[in-house]
C-alpha cells in the first residue's frame, strides 16, 4: 500500500511541468526547498530533541556568500557554492560549541540570541551586505550547461536535489548514528555510561543539520535570485520551526507536509490578509494548544482507527 | 572628553533601560522556567502607549503613564497567562512556542493601530532642562533613568527578599515541587510573577520612550538584549540582571559609537565568553 | 594479603564530595578484586548512590581518586569509563521506553563499537548486532517479546532489560544499583540468579536494601553510613560485627 502511494507520489512529481502552470511549478519549487529547511531543522528538533530557534542562519549564510561571490567577486556558480557550504558548516561548527554549553531552554535562547545577532550583522553590514536593500539581480547556475531560469529546468534541478535531501536525511535517521542521537534525546545520562559520546552526537548532528540548510539556502537563492535580511530573522527561523511542529516533528514525512502548509497559507494569505505575522501568531498558538503532536501524527492516528 | 561622558552617560541609561526590561525575564524565567519571547514585545507596547498619551496630553506626567501602562500591559500578561500557557504546563516547549507566537501578534497589532513610522515620545518638560554637574552639561532624563533602575532594583530586592510574597517566589525557584508540598499556591504565584514581569516591561517601554521613540521591530531590537543580559548575567539572578544590563549598556553604546557595524559582534563577544567559561552566567546557579 | 595495586578492578582512594555544607562521602576508600562479588549497604541517605554516581563519573568529587585496572580515570567522562569496561544499572528504569527490547539492547551493543559513527547506511545492515542483541534477550529469557516496546513490559521484565543491556557490553566491573527494588518474589528469584549467574571475568558491586537475597550473592560486604565507611570486609565478618548491628538497629 505504501509502496503504490509513493509510486504515485513520485511520478506526479516528475511529471507535474507537463501538466500544471508555471505558477504553479513555482510554488511546488518553494515548497521543495521549504522541505528540505524542514527536514534539516528536524534533525535538530524532532530527532535531537534540540529545538533551534535559529535555524535561518544557516539559510541566510549560504544565500550571502554565494550571493555576494557571484555578483561581486565574479566567481562561478560551482565554486561559489562550495565555498557558500563549507563557510555554513564553519559557522555551524562555531555556533554549535556555543550553543551546545546548554540545554534545552538555554541552548533556544542562545540560538535565537546567535541569529539576531547575525541578522543585525546583515542589516547593518551595508557596505558588504547592501543591508536593507538586499542583493538582487543574481543569476541561477547552469550545471552542465544547462540552463535553470525556466520554472520547469528549475523545478527538476530542485526535485533532484531535494530528492537526494530526503534521501540521505532518511539514511541518517535510520543509521547507527541516527539511533544514538535519538538515544541521547531520550536518556542521555544512559547513553553515556553506553559508551557513547552525547555531546559529539549532538555537536554533529547540529553541523549535519547546518549544511543541509545551507543546501536549501543555496536552492533559495537560486530560485529568488534575491537575498534579504529577513530571510536570516527570527520569523524566517519560526516559520521554519511552525512547520516542523505542525506537521509533526520526529515523523520524516511530517516536516515536509508543515513546511508545504506554511508556505501554501503565507503565500495565499498575503494576498487576502496583509496581517501575515499576525496569523503565523495566531496558527502557533493553534497548534501548540490543539494538535501539540502536529497533524501527520494526528491524521495517522485518524486513519488507523478508520481502518478499523 | 565630552564623546567619553556623553556616551558614558549614553551607556547607563541605556543599561538603566535594559534593567526595567530584562529584570522581569529573568524573574520569569527564574520561576516559571519558562523563556519569555514575547517579553520584547510588552516593552514596545509600553512604548507605544507612552506615545501615544504623551503626545495627546502634553502635561501627563510621565510616571503616572508609566505605571498605567505597566498595569495595562500587566493585565494583558495575565490574560495570556491565564487562558494559554497554563493549559501547557506539561509542554514547556509549547510554552516557549506560543510566547513567540503572542510577540507577533503583538506586534503585528502594533503595526496595525500606529501605522509603521516611528513615533518619537516627547521628553517630559520638568525634564527637558539640562543639568549642570562638574562643568559638564548632561540630559536630565538620562539621569533621571539611572535613577529609575535604581529605584526599580531596590524596590524589587525588597519584595523578593523581605516580603512573603518574595519567599514564596524564593521557594518557588529553588523546588517547585516541595514549595506546592507545603502549601504555596505556585499556579497563583506564576500569574503574579508573569504580571509582575510584563507590567515592569510594560512601564520600562514608557520611560524609554524619549530615548528610543516608539517604531516596529523595537521589540526585535530589545528581545536579544534581554537574552543576552540574562545569559551573562545569569538565570533568575536579579543582581545578575542588574550588573549585566550596564555591561551591555556600555558595550553597546560604546560599540555602536565606535564601531557601528560591528556593534552587533561586540555585544556578542561577552556572551561567549561567559557561556565558554561560566555557563550559568556571571551571578547564576548551577544548573538553572 | 595486599596484592599489588594494579590488581584491583576497582579502586577508589580518599574519595570526598559535599555539597555546600553537607558532606555526603567522607574520606571513601575501597579495593574490588576482578571477578569479587561486593555488596554495598547502609541505611537511607548514607551516600551509596552517591558513590556510585562518582564511581560511574555521573558525578565529580571533591577530592580523591578512582582507579579503574590501575587508570587513574577520577577526570573521566562516563562514557570513557564505559569504553574502560565500566558498566552500571539504576535506581531509576532508564530505558528507551517508545523503542522495541531488540533495539534497546542493540543500543547497548553499540556504545562501544566503531560503527556507532556510521551515518550513511541504515542501523539493518548490521546483521551481526541483531543476533547479538537477541542472543542476549534469550540470555535472560525476554526473547520472546523482542519486538514489543518497552512500554509494553512488566517492571520486573524491564529490570531484566536494564540487566541484559549492562551484561552485553561485557563489562569488566558492573555497578548494580538496587537491582531487586519494586520485584515480586518471583521476579526478584529470577533476578537473582541471573546476576547469580553473570560470569567471572566481571567484577559486581551491588547497592542493595532486601539484605536476604542480596547477601547470598556476596563474597564480601562494605557498611556505609553518613558517608564513611564503617565496616568493610568479607560477608560474614561485617554480618556479625558489632558496628553492622549499632547501625541498624541503633543498639
Redesign the interface.
Known amino acids: 500500500m505504501k509502496w503504490i502511494a509513493a509510486i504515485l507520489l513520485a511520478a506526479l512529481l516528475i511529471t507535474l511541468p507537463f501538466f500544471a502552470g508555471d505558477f504553479y511549478i513555482n510554488l511546488a519549487s518553494q515548497i521543495l526547498i521549504a522541505a528540505i529547511f524542514a527536514l534539516s531543522l528536524n534533525l535538530l528538533v524532532g530527532y535531537g530533541g534540540m529545538t533551534s530557534l535559529g535555524h535561518a542562519s544557516y539559510l541566510g549564510v549560504a544565500a550571502y556568500i554565494s550571493a555576494l561571490l557571484t555578483s561581486r567577486y565574479g566567481w562561478g556558480h560551482g565554486a561559489a557554492a562550495l565555498f557558500s557550504i563549507a563557510g555554513t558548516i564553519v559557522m555551524a561548527a562555531f555556533f554549535g560549541i556555543i550553543a551546545l554549553r546548554a540545554t534545552g531552554l538555554g541552548f533556544l535562547m542562545i540560538t535565537l540570541a546567535l541569529s539576531q545577532v547575525l541578522w543585525g550583522l546583515a542589516y547593518r553590514m551595508s557596505n558588504l551586505t547592501n543591508g536593507d536593500n538586499g542583493i538582487a539581480g543574481l543569476t541561477r547556475p547552469m550545471p552542465f550547461g544547462i540552463s535553470l531560469d525556466s520554472a520547469a529546468s528549475f523545478y527538476w534541478f530542485d526535485l533532484i536535489v531535494a530528492s537526494f535531501a530526503f534521501l540521505m536525511m532518511t539514511i541518517f535517521v535510520s543509521s547507527s548514528f541516527g539511533s544514538s542521537l535519538r538515544g541521547v534525546r531520550d536518556q542521555p545520562r544512559r547513553m553515556a555510561a553506553l559508551g557513547f559520546n552525547p555531546w559529539m552526537i549532538r555537536w554533529i548532528t547540529f553541523i549535519y543539520a547546518g549544511f543541509w540548510g545551507g543546501i536549501a539556502g543555496l536552492l533559495y537563492v537560486y530560485y529568488n535570485k534575491y537575498i534579504h535580511p529577513t530571510s536570516l530573522s527570527t520569523t524566517s527561523s519560526a516559520e521554519a520551526l511552525l512547520g516542523v511542529i505542525a506537521g509533526g516533528s520526529g515523523t520524516p514525512g511530517g516536516p515536509v507536509v508543515g513546511a508545504a502548509l506554511v508556505l501554501l497559507l503565507k503565500n495565499y494569505a498575503s494576498a487576502y490578509i496583509e496581517r501575515w505575522n499576525m496569523l503565523l501568531g495566531l496558527v502557533f498558538l493553534f497548534i501548540v494548544l490543539a494538535m501539540p503532536t502536529g497533524i501527520v501524527p494526528g491524521l495517522s492516528k485518524l486513519w488507523r482507527r478508520g481502518s478499523r | 572628553m565630552q564623546f567619553w561622558i556623553i556616551q558614558g552617560l549614553n551607556s547607563l541609561s541605556l543599561g538603566g533601560l535594559l534593567f526595567l526590561l530584562s529584570s522581569g525575564f529573568s524573574l520569569i524565567f527564574g520561576l516559571m522556567r519558562l523563556a519569555n519571547l514575547t517579553h520584547g514585545a510588552f516593552f514596545m507596547l509600553g512604548t507605544y502607549f507612552g506615545a501615544t498619551t504623551l503626545r495627546a496630553y502634553s502635561g501627563l506626567n510621565i510616571w503616572v503613564t508609566a505605571l498605567g501602562a505597566g498595569l495595562a500591559v500587566a493585565a494583558i500578561g495575565g490574560l495570556f497567562e491565564r487562558l494559554v500557557l497554563t493549559r501547557l504546563k506539561t509542554n514547556p516547549l509549547g510554552q516557549v512556542l506560543v510566547t513567540l507566537g503572542m510577540s507577533f501578534i503583538i506586534s503585528d497589532a502594533c503595526l496595525v493601530l500606529w501605522g509603521g513610522d516611528s513615533i518619537p515620545v516627547p521628553t517630559p518638560q520638568s525634564l527637558q532642562a539640562p543639568t549642570r554637574l562638574m562643568g559638564f552639561v548632561f540630559p536630565t532624563y538620562r539621569l533621571v533613568l539611572v535613577g529609575c533602575a535604581v529605584v526599580a532594583a531596590i524596590a524589587l530586592y525588597f519584595l523578593i527578599e523581605r516580603t512573603r510574597l518574595g519567599a514564596m517566589i524564593r521557594a518557588g525557584v529553588d523546588d517547585r515541587q516541595m514549595a506546592r508540598a507545603v502549601g504555596i499556591p505556585v499556579s497563583r504565584l506564576f500569574t503574579i510573577v508573569f504580571c509582575l514581569g510584563a507590567g515592569i516591561a510594560g512601564a520600562g517601554g514608557v520611560l524609554g520612550g524619549p530615548i528610543l521613540s516608539a517604531y516596529p521591530g523595537l521589540d526585535g531590537d530589545m528581545l536579544p538584549l534581554a537574552l543576552i543580559v540574562v545569559i551573562l548575567g545569569g538565570i533568575g539572578s536579579l543582581l545578575g540582571a542588574f550588573v549585566g544590563s550596564f555591561i551591555i549598556g556600555f558595550i553597546y553604546t560604546f560599540g555602536t559609537a565606535l564601531f557601528p557595524e560591528l556593534a552587533y559582534i561586540i555585544l556578542f563577544l561577552p556572551m561567549i565568553v561567559v557561556i565558554a567559561f561560566r555557563p550559568q552566567g556571571l551571578f547564576g546557579r548551577a544548573g538553572a | 594479603m595486599t596484592a599489588p595495586a594494579s590488581d584491583h578492578a576497582l579502586e577508589v582512594i580518599g574519595l570526598k564530595k559535599s555539597f555546600g555544607g553537607l558532606a555526603v562521602t567522607q574520606n571513601v576508600s575501597l579495593a574490588i578484586r576482578p571477578g569479587e562479588r561486593r555488596l554495598i549497604i547502609g541505611p537511607n541517605g548514607a551516600g551509596k548512590t552517591t558513590l556510585f554516581n562518582q564511581i560511574?563519573?555521573?558525578m565529580r568529587p571533591n577530592s580523591g581518586q578512582i582507579k579503574l585496572f590501575g587508570a587513574d580515570v577520577t577526570s573521566f567522562?562516563?562514557?570513557q569509563r564505559?569504553?574502560l569496561g565500566l558498566?552500571?544499572t539504576?535506581q531509576i528504569i532508564?530505558?528507551?521506553?517508545?523503542d522495541t527490547l531488540e533495539?534497546n539492547v542493540?543500543?547497548?551493543l553499540?556504545?562501544?563499537r566503531p560503527?556507532?559513527?556510521?551515518?550513511?547506511?541504515?542501523?539493518?545492515v548490521?546483521g551481526d548486532l541483531a543476533t547479538e542483541a537477541r542472543r542476549t534477550l534469550d540470555a535472560v529469557g525476554l526473547l520472546h517479546l523482542a519486538d514489543h516496546p518497552i512500554s509494553d513490559i512488566a517492571y520486573g521484565e524491564k529490570r531484566r532489560v536494564e540487566l541484559a543491556?549492562a551484561l552485553a557490553?561485557k563489562p569488566r566491573v558492573l555497578l548494580l544499583d538496587e537491582p531487586l527494588a519494586g520485584l515480586s518474589d518471583t521476579e526478584r528469584s529470577t533476578v537473582k540468579s541471573l546476576i547469580g549467574s553473570i560470569s567471572r571475568e566481571t567484577a559486581v558491586i551491588m547497592i542493595e536494601h532486601d539484605m536476604d537475597t542480596a547477601l547470598d550473592l556476596a563474597e564480601s560486604v562494605t557498611l556505609l553510613n553518613y558517608g564513611r565507611v564503617i565496616v568493610d570486609g568479607d560477608r560474614d565478618s561485617v554480618i556479625s560485627d558489632e558496628r553492622t548491628r549499632e547501625v541498624y538497629l541503633g543498639v
Not at chain 3, 532508564?94 to 517508545?98: A, D, E, M, Q, R
Not at chain 3, 560503527?115 to 539493518?124: D, I, K, N, V
Open positions: 560511574s563519573g555521573d567522562a562516563p562514557y564505559a569504553h558498566s552500571r539504576y532508564t530505558l528507551f521506553s517508545g533495539h542493540t543500543l547497548g553499540l556504545g562501544l560503527s556507532r559513527w556510521q551515518m550513511w547506511r541504515p542501523l539493518s548490521y543491556m557490553q
